[in-house]
């Protein structure tokens, strides 16, 4: 019992539902009882007032009206309950005067003023005599005198015979046991309905806390769900789809990275092993720079998955593109190539300018890679908050261009020796700032690189 308590006070959507419920069905048990107490009181007047009719019927027919005044004459069931001495049931004949031509009890005095033609014949006293309420009727005696003759019924509210008492009584005292019984059966199918309903919640409950970094690729079943429930799964499904595809892509991308790091270690380890003199040196080191140039683009790579923009950071990309530009000359130099700027004025975008400039830098860098010596990179800003990198290469061909982005994939590693990052890199932090990298062919052949981002919005023109 206590565990069933506790399991109702607890905050489960089971317990909300199965409280509200129990609310409404004692709302609705309350609201039953009041209708049938409206409508007890209306039957039991009903039920008096022709109870009344008829008492004074009864009462006429036994009224002789002769020389000798007014004699009644009352069969032995009437001139028992009529000589009660609790005094339940009263009468009185009277004439059209008010006098007193017979009466029960002794009764000396009208019981209600005599109508008039329009008025209620009805009457009641709150307390008579000290004896507790009473309700009459006052009908005039059909005898042939004139002026007419009055008779005055009168019952107490605690008589035996009114039909509305003992049926009212008879249903309260006999069905109060069957009311209890059928408010415990309506919270009982109350209780059972919503568990019922609730059963392919908690079902889902138990499957989604079985899900783990060891099946990501279960999914919580959509099928038999109520329709306000059945989006919320979906997009939930679709969550641990995204999840599955993040661990696939970590898992790939260590397996990658592992490898790429093992070649050149493995190569300066042999070196190592084998140098004969200080000649070997600078093999040795070119072979660190690769190592050193791989750990640096994870690195970054790692940065730029967890960058997260402040709603106040502002970036200029002329100025972004003029210092990329000014950084990697010397580079484009040392490969008898070059880089133009064609830059517009200043064009300040929601951003990091240091990311920023990683991602321009890196889309210059394969841009280097796959120009022939003897030609130059242009870097070109605008239209809008873009940047674009135009290269004399061969150009991509479609169906590369989105396998270029993928981490370590390098469309041609015989022209370009880094590890496959870089496109990934530049990609990743265009999307955080909101943007993208686009691929086109330049005029004159070669490939276009657009950094594009999301644009500040302008102010309101006062």
């Known amino acids: 019992m206590k565990r069933i308590l506790r399991a109702l006070a607890s905050d489960s959507l089971e317990a909300r539902l199965i409280r509200r419920m129990t609310v409404i069905v004692m709302l609705v048990f309350v609201f039953f009882l009041l209708i049938l107490n409206v409508q007890y009181e209306a ?3 009903s039920l008096r007032d022709r109870s009344l009719r008829a008492q004074a019927a009864d009462l006429a027919f036994h009224v002789r009206v002769d020389g000798d005044g007014v004699a009644l004459s009352l069969p032995p069931n009437l001139e028992n309950a009529y000589d009660r001495p609790d005094r339940q049931f009263i009468y009185v004949i009277a004439d059209g005067g008010g006098r007193i031509l017979a009466s029960s009890h002794g009764q ?7 109508p008039e033609p329009d008025d209620n014949i009805y009457f009641s006293f709150p307390d008579l005599a000290g004896r507790g309420a009473y309700y009459g009727i006052t009908v005039p005696l059909a005898k042939g005198e004139k002026p007419p003759l009055y008779l005055q019924v009168a019952q107490g509210s605690l008589h035996e015979d009114v039909l509305a ?8 005292e006999r069905s109060w046991p069957f009311l209890l019984l059928a408010a415990a059966a309506i919270l009982l199918v109350t209780v059972w309905t919503v568990r019922q309903a609730l059963s392919p919640l908690k079902a889902l409950s138990r499957r989604a806390r079985r899900i783990g970094p060891a099946n990501l690729e279960t999914r919580l079943p959509e099928q038999g769900l109520p329709d306000e429930v059945r989006p919320l799964v979906h997009a939930v499904n679709r969550s641990l789809a995204r999840i599955e595809e993040g661990y696939r892509r970590e898992r790939d991308f260590t397996a990658n990275a592992a490898h790429e790091l093992r070649t050149p270690l493995a190569v300066l380890k042999a070196h190592i092993e084998t140098m004969s003199g200080l000649e070997d040196v600078p093999q040795l080191l070119e072979e660190m720079d690769n190592v050193e140039r791989l750990v ?6 790692s940065q730029a998955d967890n960058l997260v923009l402040r709603p106040d950071e502002r970036a200029d990309l002329a100025s972004v593109a003029r210092g990329v530009a000014e950084q990697l000359a010397p580079v484009a130099l040392a490969q008898g190539k070059g880089i133009s700027l064609a830059e517009g004025g200043p ?33 070109r800003t605008g239209p809008g908050a873009s940047i674009s990198v135009i290269d004399r290469g061969p150009g991509v061909p479609p169906e590369d261009v989105e396998r270029i982005f993928e981490r370590f994939v390098r469309a041609r590693p015989e022209v370009y020796a880094g590890a496959g990052l870089g496109l990934s890199i530049a990609r990743r932090i265009a999307a955080i700032h909101g943007g993208a990298i686009e691929v086109g062919q330049a005029e004159g052949g070669g490939a276009v690189f657009t950094l594009r981002v999301a644009e500040l919005p302008h102010p309101p023109v006062m």
Not at 108 to 114: C, E, G, I, K, Q
Not at 165 to 172: A, G, T
């Open 347 to 379: 064009l300040q975008v929601h951003g990091n300018g240091d990311f920023l400039a990683l991602a321009l830098r890196n889309l210059v860098e394969n841009a280097l890679a796959h120009t022939p010596k003897g030609d130059a990179v242009e870097i």
């Open 165 to 172: 008492d003992s049926l009212v009584e008879e249903f309260l």
């Open 296 to 301: 640096t683009q994870l690195l970054r790579l």
């Open 108 to 114: 000396d005095a009208l019981l209600a003023p005599l």
């Open 43 to 45: 039957e039991r007047d």
